[in-house]
């Protein structure tokens, strides 16, 4: 069974940083893609990053570019999101998913139960 | 970037109605479109990848269609549990866009 459990969310003052992770279980987690995923309260869905299978290839929602990393420990079975200089529009929950676990349409098939941010002085 | 437009933004219905959810694509996306379902305080779960294919376990009164650049969700027959918020979204280039949601109400 596959299962994902994020951790790392809390209160972070606007230009703090913050590591989320994301332990997955149930797949072979060193070759398939996973993304991170937000929503602000209230709001809707955003894609915020992506990694592919064997870590080959990295993309972000231009909102994030050049302050968010993704990476993954495949020793850990852990993806990560190393959040930098964080803003108030950072607040959201995040979710991490496994995308194209089980189709190459690469859709989200398998979410985390999602950890919060928020970013506040 | 592809622009994902989803209507309504809310509807309401009856337990056992047929509803039907749209949604555009700014672009071609051959067919690179899912949807989930979100229940209040719960993470988004699949129903519908490649436009038309149920993921496993899904019930079968939910269905897709495509034409072109436009997608639906039909649910045949509203349960108690289908009355949540729905997202289309397009995997065929990043960023991922999604559609800005649609709450299906009592």
């Known amino acids: 069974e596959v299962q994902l459990l994020e951790s790392g969310g809390g209160l972070v003052q606007p230009g703090g940083s913050l590591r989320l992770a994301c332990e997955v279980s149930g797949f072979t987690f060193s070759t398939d893609a996973m993304s991170w995923v937000r929503q602000a309260p209230g709001k809707g869905l955003e894609w915020v990053s992506f990694?592919?299978?064997?870590?080959?290839?990295?993309y972000y929602a231009d909102s994030v570019k050049g302050r968010f990393t993704i990476f993954r420990d495949i020793s850990k079975n852990t993806l990560y999101l190393q959040m930098n200089s964080l803003r108030a529009e950072d607040t959201a929950i995040y979710y991490c998913?496994?995308?194209?676990?089980?189709?190459?349409?690469?859709?989200?098939?398998?979410w985390g139960q999602g950890t919060v941010v928020t970013v506040s002085a | 970037d592809i622009q994902m437009t989803q209507s309504p933004s809310s509807l309401s219905a009856s337990a056992g109605d047929r509803v039907t959810i749209t949604c555009r694509a700014s672009h071609n996306i051959n067919n690179y479109l899912n949807w989930y379902r979100q229940k209040p305080g719960k993470a988004p779960e699949l129903l519908i990848y490649?436009?038309?294919t149920l993921q496993s376990g899904v019930p079968s009164r939910f269905s897709g269609s495509a034409s072109g650049t436009d997608f639906a969700l039909t649910i045949s027959s509203l349960q108690p549990e289908d009355f949540a918020t729905y997202y289309c979204?397009?995997?065929?280039?990043?960023?991922?866009?999604f559609g800005q949601g649609t709450k299906v109400e009592i």
């Open positions: 490649a436009s038309s």
């Open positions: 979204h397009q995997s065929f280039d990043t960023p991922y866009t």
């Open positions: 990694i592919g299978g064997r870590g080959d290839g990295t």
């Open positions: 998913a496994t995308t194209g676990y089980t189709t190459t349409w690469y859709p989200f098939d398998y």
